[in-house]
């Protein structure tokens, strides 16, 4: 039987309405962005759900303040407006305020990429991944899936610091039927190889997957789900990835600044890993054309054609 | 380093009581509070004599403000447990300008007096801006605008656990023009935190000039009432003013948010500094502090 795949926002929220009830020391907080789940929130705990309404500056402040009295933090808008409009409030209050007071904040944005499909760049979200984990402290997740997203609560209840959930907007195919992905890891290898490995976070690990099995067997293509994006267990990757030549890093971020490839970079430098990087990630600047997300991921290189033709250059040239 | 600290604090009557129990147990030994305000002024002055990268200007015009805070019997604290449930809250928002704080904390006990001669020297935690590592700070302030906001959380997070205890921000003008607060401004409002008590110190001038002449105000209290809250204004330099607009702000619980707009000027009390536009980044000449040091207090 296969699950039916859900949003993950609702599975999330799904299992804060569940904790909500014993639980009397977590609060919500929104920044006027819905969902059917939160309609419960909304209605069975009126004093610890809270809309601050447009005004994602709030939001942060709110919250902070709301942790500093002890509550565990949920707030919740849409990604880009999350992680940007309030970055500085999230850096004062949230990321050098945990530095010396326990503070409990999660944010969940929603709208991963160009999850948000036909709204344009203003609600979708390059550069986020980027952003959040500059801050040293900051916990930073990426899932692929409505599992993994419901996966995280309890991180985010047990784990205190602040952090960063980054949900796709739309309702993606379950990776996940039989397992969780290990969270203490980090990450999930969902295939091994010998030759490349494709490491994949968020959406793009469904076009990862969907290229691993195109290429041909004897390429011997792994793939990795990286869900947590800042604190991975870099020993147990770093043996993952021991005999690979070739690694290619997929993000639905601008390639070449400070995403996953950057962490990529740094993390087989400082390693001293022998692979070779490609870093696949969006291509180019804002752009406003209109566009299915496959459409729109195939122009900016993403897509799995192009990932496909990408990969298949790049053992090419570990070859020679 | 030889510079003495000024002692004027020992003038005054031991606040061993208050250190337990803040401001409760100043009823029983009245308590100069025009005497105490210049005493730290005058360390704040010392303070800058040594620590010329603190900021003096902004840091005199709030002298009244936290001594009637302090030691008027408004807060409730705990020296030797700054971060207790029972505390009243006190979020100083305005952190440059707040240096005149340090005297006040090392005299009620919240750490030693000797921190005042390692103010923004290696191996001391008194920092140009002060940080939360400085026991009696609650956030990160001095990156301006962000303290109403926090502090605003904290007031409906203590509302949701039924505390009776109060929220005190510390403003000033000039970071009212950041947007964030006035975010904060219509939400308190919306959920009637009458636990939440601004305290704008309306120095009436930010870092290049008047605030008027920048992007004014125009009144503060007709802005503030017009958001939804119960506006008081004083003169900010009668510390007895002051504190009596803070018991009366704190005593009153109507469903509004409260504020108290202490109309101050920036360098109180130093020739050449005092409502100066650029007063903010001006320092004195040393030898004018050590003369007005020199004046008998």
Redesign the interface.
Known sequence: MTTKPLPMRDVLLDRIWQAMGQDAKI?FVSADFGSPILDKIRADFP??F?N??I?E??L????????????TVFAYAIAPFITMRCY??IR??LA??SE??PINVNLIGVGAGYSYVVSGPTHQCYEDLTLMRAMPNFQVFSPADHVTAGALFERCVSATGPKYLRFDAQVLPVIYEQTVPDLRLGFHVHRRGRRICLLATGYMLHTALKVAAQQDPEHDVGVIDLVDIARFDEDSLADELAGYQGLVSLEEGFSGRGGVDAMLFDFLARRNLPLTLLNLGVNGGYRFELGTRAELHEQVGIGPEAVQRRVAAFIQSLSH | MSWPLCRGGQRFAPFSNQRRNGGAALNSEPLDLRAKAHWVWRETLAIHRRAPETRLASSLSAVEIFVALYYGGVLRFDASQPLAAHRDRCVISKGHGSICMYPILADLGFFSKDELLRVCHSGGFLGGIP???IPGY???NG?LG?G???????????K??DSDRQVFVVSGDGELHE??NW??A??ASQ?RLDNLNLVIDDNGISMLGYTDDIVSHHSLSERLTAFGWDCRRVDGHDVLAVQAGLLEMKATTAGKPKALIAKTLKGRGVPGLENAPLSHILNPKPELIDSLLEQLP
């Open positions: 609060f004093s610890r809270v601050v309404g005004a500056q709030n942060i402040n709110v919250s902070a303040g709301l942790a500093l009295e002890g509550f500085e409030q004062v209050s050098l305020l010396v007071r | 940080d939360p590592v609650e956030t990160v990156s962000h109403l906001g926090v502090a605003t959380g904290m007031a409906l997070g203590l949701r656990l947007g964030a975010e904060a219509m939400f959920h």
